[in-house]
């Protein structure tokens, strides 16, 4: 029978695990394209836990692992997720207008994609071209005309407009990705594919 304290522990490790899932992975298996390794815990150490003596909990973290492999490999082989850095990204395939999405992506934990650099933003594209629908990003103008930011008010510290983009002047306050991978500013009532980011 496990003790409550072992049960805490075990509980803490799933939790940890759960919020860095797509990082996880059966030992020998390669991670999947674009996915992370964890690092190799020591003697049952993972970082931020008391150290871990019991072999069960290290065989419950391998079965943990496996399964959220699995689930990944599923997910893949949909392709519904995808990984860029320690980012995931996923989509269900339907379509919604801006406002419709980021409820949509708040909904499951997530945000709307919003690529912060040339990989994200390929990541972001591997979804517009085989589900051959332009995505809203997480990008909108600000009180300034044609000048535009992350949702959270910082700056594009990255940017990859179409030639000619953004042209709304005011008009045209979201950004959608084309199947080329380049922005183009567009009104926000639009049905777009839905991507999210984790
Ligand atoms: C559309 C609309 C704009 C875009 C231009 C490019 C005519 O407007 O999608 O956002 O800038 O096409 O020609
Ligand atoms: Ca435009």
């Known amino acids: 029978m496990l003790s409550p304290q072992l049960f805490h522990k075990i509980f803490g490790v799933a939790f ?5 899932c797509a990082q996880g992975k059966p030992a020998g298996i390669p991670p999947l394209p674009g996915f992370v390794r964890l690092p190799e815990y020591d003697e049952g150490f993972i970082p931020g836990f008391l150290p871990l003596v019991d072999s069960e909990v290290g065989d419950m973290i391998r079965q943990l692992e496996h399964q959220i492999s699995r689930l990944a490999g599923v997910l893949s082989l949909e392709k519904k997720i995808t990984a860029s850095g320690g980012k995931i990204f996923a ?3 339907e379509k919604a207008d801006f406002q419709t999405t980021l409820k949509k992506c708040r909904e499951v934990g997530g945000s709307i994609a919003t690529p ?14 085989n589900f051959n629908t332009y995505a809203y990003l997480g990008i909108k103008e600000s009180l300034i005309p044609s000048n535009f930011q992350f949702l959270d008010g910082t700056q594009l510290s ?3 407009w179409h030639l000619n983009e953004p042209s709304g002047k005011g008009k045209e306050e979201c ?10 500013d ?7 594919l839905i991507v999210c980011q984790f």
Request: with cysteine; aromatic share 14%; hydrophobic share 30%.
């Open 116 to 129: 912060r650099n040339p990989g994200e933003n390929d990541a972001i594209l591997y979804f517009v071209k």
């Open 158 to 160: 990255y940017a990859n």
């Open 186 to 192: 567009k009104k926000c009532n639009q049905n777009r």
């Open 16 to 20: 940890f695990l759960l919020l860095c």
């Open 175 to 184: 950004v959608e990705m084309y199947t080329d991978g380049t922005w183009n």
């Open 91 to 93: 989509t269900n395939g």
